[in-house]
């Protein structure tokens, strides 16, 4: 199966299913010397393992992450880092009566389609659990950006009707808020409005943000390889994410030149924006300001409504799915959000390294690096 690679020097391959015997991922091109743990990755697969929430499916995994390889003595060797997370909850029974037949909105026709064979257990490789990996990588990625000074952060923005407001922005509530979100009041509606959705035996769609701090001017390129682009593509490959928009996004097809462009200024010096319409890149390639991404996400596909579908043999049938499943995908994919976003800007950092001449004399050319 192709496509389970990503990144080009900081470059990860996630493995494994979701009903499989553990899924993780392997890390080649981390830099040596990381001071790295087991907490400093469980951190983020906390944020996203089910049942840690009132609004999420009840189905318990511990997620609890293992280091096999690329660490020694609390540092990373610079050989590949592999993770693993063993499964431990699986209920296959639930998936049984699903077995020859596809459920709307899952990836079950598409898969069949392409491989004629599927792993109807919750969706094998297609199914949320793969972003464990994805986590799990992003995790290192985002403690290497810390050093570099640059934070990545990603939050709920909307579920259905209800958006946050601005003005009531608090970081600190995204980590204890169950939808996400940074705004208590808007939370604490959202929540009320899922009660709703689930009494219904429904499910709601959403919208999360991200931000990028502290990210110099220069990183990406100007034609294939835009690091918006590249955050797209980046962004869309998480199951459920139908839409992404960069800056304003999709607002600028509204305006004029006049209003959308984002005006240049000289601080002390140090050229800066006096707007983020761009959402802080410019010709894909970062211009200094705070990157600013949002990803629109459909409604959870499992729901407990009948509906219509067709088994392998193509006769028309009723489905009612069985299982454990989310009112709402948003707010655990936030982190998975924030860690594609993290493994995308490190590894363009990484790239950009050689960029120019003079940033390979002053690395080469300087002390002899075994006498440091």
Same mark, same amino acid.
């Not at 939370?187 to 035996?201: F, G, M």
């Given at each position: 199966?192709?496509?389970?690679?990503?990144?080009?020097?900081?470059?990860?391959?996630?493995?494994?299913?979701?009903?499989?015997?553990?899924?993780?991922? *392997?890390?080649?091109?981390? +830099?040596?010397?990381?001071? !790295?743990?087991?907490?400093?990755?469980?951190?983020?697969?906390?944020?996203?393992?089910?049942?840690?929430?009132? #609004?999420?499916?009840?189905?318990?995994?511990?997620?609890?992450?293992?280091?096999?390889?690329?660490?020694?003595?609390?540092? /990373? &060797?610079?050989?590949?880092?592999?993770?693993?997370?063993?499964?431990?909850?699986?209920?296959?029974?639930?998936?049984?009566?699903?077995?020859?037949?596809?459920?709307?909105?899952?990836?079950?026709?598409?898969?069949?389609?392409?491989?004629?064979?599927?792993?109807?257990?919750?969706?094998?490789?297609?199914?949320?659990?793969?972003?464990?990996?994805? *986590?799990?990588?992003?995790?290192?990625?985002?403690?290497?950006?810390?050093?570099?000074?640059?934070?990545?952060?990603?939050? /709920?923005?909307?579920?259905?009707?209800?958006?946050?407001?601005?003005?009531?922005?608090?970081?600190?509530?995204?980590? &204890?808020?169950?939808?996400?979100?940074?705004? /208590?009041?808007?939370?604490?509606?959202?929540?009320?409005?899922?009660?709703?959705?689930?009494? @219904?035996?429904?499910?709601?769609?959403?919208?999360?943000?991200?931000?990028?701090?502290? !990210?110099?001017?220069?990183?990406?390129? +100007? *034609?294939?390889?835009?690091?918006?682009?590249?955050?797209?593509?980046?962004?869309?490959?998480?199951?459920?994410?139908?839409?992404?928009?960069?800056?304003?996004?999709? &607002? *600028?097809? !509204?305006?004029?030149?006049?209003? @959308? @462009?984002?005006?240049?200024?000289? @601080?002390?010096?140090?050229?800066?924006?006096?707007?983020?319409?761009?959402?802080? #890149?410019?010709?894909?390639?970062?211009?200094?300001? /705070?990157?600013?991404?949002?990803?629109?996400?459909?409604?959870?596909?499992? #729901?407990?409504?009948?509906?219509? &579908?067709?088994?392998?043999?193509?006769?028309?049938?009723?489905?009612?799915?069985?299982?454990?499943?989310?009112?709402?995908?948003?707010?655990?994919?936030?982190?998975?959000?924030?860690?594609?976003?993290?493994?995308?800007? !490190?590894?363009?950092?990484?790239?950009?390294?050689?960029?120019?001449?003079?940033?390979?004399?002053?690395?080469?050319?300087?002390?002899? +690096?075994?006498?440091?």
């Amino acid at each position: 199966m192709a496509g389970s690679t990503f990144g080009t020097i900081f470059q990860i391959t996630t493995w494994g299913e979701s009903h499989g015997k553990a899924l993780g991922v *392997v890390i080649d091109g981390c +830099p040596a010397g990381l001071p !790295l743990c087991e907490s400093d990755i469980q951190q983020y697969l906390d944020r996203r393992k089910p049942g840690s929430s009132s #609004i999420s499916t009840p189905r318990k995994e511990d997620d609890t992450v293992e280091i096999l390889s690329g660490v020694f003595e609390g540092l /990373t &060797t610079g050989a590949p880092v592999s993770l693993m997370v063993r499964n431990t909850s699986q209920r296959s029974a639930d998936y049984g009566e699903i077995a020859a037949c596809y459920r709307p909105g899952h990836a079950d026709y598409t898969f069949d389609a392409k491989y004629g064979f599927r792993d109807y257990r919750g969706g094998g490789r297609s199914s949320g659990r793969e972003t464990i990996g994805r *986590v799990a990588a992003g995790a290192v990625a985002a403690k290497i950006l810390k050093q570099l000074g640059i934070s990545v952060c990603a939050y /709920t923005r909307s579920i259905g009707p209800v958006e946050i407001d601005p003005a009531h922005f608090d970081r600190s509530a995204i980590l &204890t808020t169950p939808t996400a979100m940074p705004d /208590t009041e808007a939370d604490k509606a959202a929540v009320a409005y899922l009660e709703e959705i689930r009494k @219904n035996t429904d499910s709601v769609g959403g919208c999360m943000e991200c931000m990028v701090e502290g !990210l110099p001017a220069g990183i990406g390129d +100007p *034609v294939f390889e835009k690091l918006d682009a590249n955050l797209a593509k980046a962004i869309m490959s998480i199951g459920a994410v139908k839409a992404v928009e960069i800056g304003d996004g999709c &607002t *600028v097809s !509204l305006r004029k030149g006049s209003q @959308n @462009n984002d005006p240049f200024r000289n @601080n002390g010096g140090q050229i800066t924006k006096a707007a983020n319409h761009a959402g802080g #890149i410019l010709g894909g390639i970062s211009d200094g300001g /705070t990157l600013r991404i949002r990803a629109h996400v459909k409604p959870t596909p499992s #729901i407990f409504l009948t509906q219509q &579908t067709v088994n392998k043999d193509g006769k028309e049938i009723d489905i009612n799915i069985k299982g454990r499943h989310d009112p709402v995908i948003v707010p655990r994919a936030v982190v998975v959000m924030e860690c594609m976003t993290a493994l995308t800007v !490190l590894d363009a950092m990484l790239l950009n390294m050689s960029a120019r001449l003079n940033h390979l004399v002053e690395f080469y050319a300087g002390d002899d +690096p075994c006498q440091n």
